[in-house]
């Protein structure tokens, strides 16, 4: 019920909204009915005294043009009105439609308030779709990891690799520099293409400088890092230090990760954007992608820089060290752009732990691959190295960023607001649940076989490695390979979660920890399987030579 009286110069309302009033301007101006978004409507009274009369429900809200053109054709009175805008349905209706249009029109004026892009409803996949969509990627970083297989293959025999037996423990430390950083990169990126951060031109620049600034100086640090674990791992057996060496260990490690991470970073930006202008989800194809050629740059670069600046020991003592320092030195830069944009401030200060514990993670595998490929007797598992920890953490890493991206949706109104928790995953729920995370999980776990098998006939057909595929060698090799995935996509289920529940992005938490482990399990499993086959008798070292 809405009561004006003259006298009171408003009315008050005890409507549904409670937001609503009408006041009056001045002696004789017509009411005013102000809403609550800052429209302002007259109230039209009728002109005959006879016909105001207070019967409820017969007065309707009429937006008219002018205030003075109406006040000019109104008489004083001083009387009270009684409108009952529930009396009358028909009253109501026009009531509400005026009250819509009025509420779109004043929005549609507003031009002054930057409004943020709605976010995009989320894909729906099946698992058909979900296995098209992953299935081109994830053979093309399968086709990457071959070929860094092949250069390690040939590179193993190099001087520097011969002299300097800690560059293998860089191999695998720099090799997950795509986990650690670029398929983090490459979630991260995906998550904020799919909830619609970067839908605007100047959110989009804004997310690229900052990321890729933020991986710059991620990449300087652990490269630094892993230099010096590959140091300490190489002497701690031997007893043996050489400065030289660990100068160029150093030299190499940050330079390698400081070019490597900047190109892939370039890469994985345009995947992004390109994957979903035409539709596909990000998620899908930017963390394949990123390794299908993380592996093959980092190998290559390694290698390349290693061997020059190996040269470099006897002709310019100083070689190294400049080139250790000038990388070193431009990190303050990096870091002043990362700082100034908000969404890579955070990970500025707080995204370090998963990144130096990654890189130890994958330093242990580094050195179980030192002491087993200078075994001429396992020459043999170098070629197949980058191909196991290749395919596994290019698959654990698209599990992990679909779930993070999942979970992200949860938490908007464009997904269910209030997603019931969950408890603790068991490996039947990972793979046998009925949710679209479950899904995936076979999807990709069913890829493994079927893609190794085409690796391993690609590295037979261009006779790489040191290794004859026999049967029992290829059984050995698939088990390694099903069980490294089949824990790793559990791990995936639970750490996201877990992550999740505790405040923590697992964006840039989860895909580290993930890829190391990846490294880590790979690595081991090979190394077993050729110690097993050397033992039941299945032994060979010169294929390939």
């Known amino acids: 019920m ?29 009411p005013a009915y102000h809403h609550s978004n800052g429209s302002v409507h007259p109230v039209i009274l009728p ?15 009429t937006e008219v043009t002018s205030f003075s053109d109406r006040a000019e054709q109104e008489n004083d009175h001083s009387e009270m009105v009684v409108i009952d805008c529930r009396a009358n349905a028909k009253g109501q209706r026009e009531e509400d439609a005026l009250l819509e249009n009025a509420s779109q029109s004043n929005e549609s004026d507003d031009t002054s308030t ?72 490459a979630s991260r990126l995906s998550t904020a293409a799919n909830i619609g951060q970067m839908d605007t031109a100047k959110e989009m620049w ?28 190489g002497w701690i057996p031997e007893g043996n230090f050489k400065m030289g060496h660990a100068v160029l260990l150093c030299a190499s490690s940050v330079a390698t990760a400081f070019i490597a991470s ?33 592996d093959l740059i980092t190998l290559s670069l390694l290698a390349g820089i290693s061997t020059g600046l190996y040269k470099e020991l006897d002709y310019n003592e100083y070689a190294n060290p400049v080139v250790c320092v000038f990388f070193i030195a431009l990190t303050p830069v990096w870091v002043l752009i990362a700082r100034k944009i908000p969404s890579t401030r955070e990970v500025l200060y707080s995204g370090w732990e998963p990144v130096i514990i990654a890189m130890a993670i994958s330093s242990v595998g580094g050195l179980i691959l030192d002491k087993t490929v200078t075994d001429p007797n396992f020459a043999g598992m170098a070629v197949f190295t980058p191909v196991i920890n290749g395919v ?15 979970l992200h949706m949860n938490g908007l109104p464009i997904a269910e607001p209030n997603p ?17 995370n479950s899904r995936s999980a076979r999807v990709l776990f069913l890829l493994v076989a079927p893609g190794h098998l085409v690796f391993l006939y690609t590295i037979n057909s261009m006779r790489g490695g040191h290794t004859t595929l026999t049967y029992i060698f290829i059984a050995f090799y698939l088990a390694a390979a099903l069980l490294q995935v089949m824990i790793l996509l559990y791990l995936a289920d639970w750490m996201v979660q877990w992550m999740w529940k505790r405040g923590m992005d697992p964006d840039n938490f989860s895909i580290p920890y993930l890829t190391a482990l990846g490294d880590l ?7 077993l399987c050729f110690h097993i086959l050397w033992l039941i008798g299945d032994r060979d070292t010169d294929v390939g030579d």
């Open 47 to 61: 002109g005959d005294p006879d016909e105001r009369q207070p019967n409820a429900g017969e007065y309707e809200l």
């Open 2 to 30: 809405v009561l004006w009286s003259k006298e009171q110069d408003k009315l008050s309302t005890d409507m549904s909204t409670g937001t609503e009033r009408i006041e009056m301007k001045k002696e004789g101006a017509p």
């Open 206 to 233: 804004k997310m690229i400088m900052g990321n890729l600034a933020l991986i710059q100086v991620q990449a300087t640090v652990v490269g630094f890092l892993a230099s010096i674990a590959a140091v300490i791992f």
């Open 262 to 294: 900047l190109l892939l970073g370039l890469v994985m930006i345009g995947v992004i954007i390109a994957s979903r202008k035409v539709g596909i989800n990000p998620d899908n194809v930017a963390t394949p992608i990123a390794a299908s050629l993380g």
């Open 521 to 527: 399990l790979g690595t081991g499993f090979l190394a």
């Open 420 to 436: 019931s928790p969950q408890k603790c995953p068991t490996p039947c729920s990972t793979f046998f649940g009925s949710g679209v």
């Open 114 to 185: 930057d409004q943020s892009p709605v976010p995009p409803a989320p894909l729906k996949e099946t698992s058909f779709s979900i296995g098209l969509q992953v299935v081109f990627p994830f053979l093309l970083a399968g086709f990457g990891t071959v070929a860094a297989g092949m250069v390690l293959d040939i590179v193993q025999h190099w001087k520097v690799f011969a002299e300097v037996n800690e560059v293998f423990i860089l191999v695998p430390a720099l090799l997950g520099l795509k986990g650690n950083l670029e398929m983090t990169l």
């Open 392 to 406: 596994a953490g290019n698959l654990v890493a698209v599990q992990a960023s679909r779930i993070s991206t999942y």
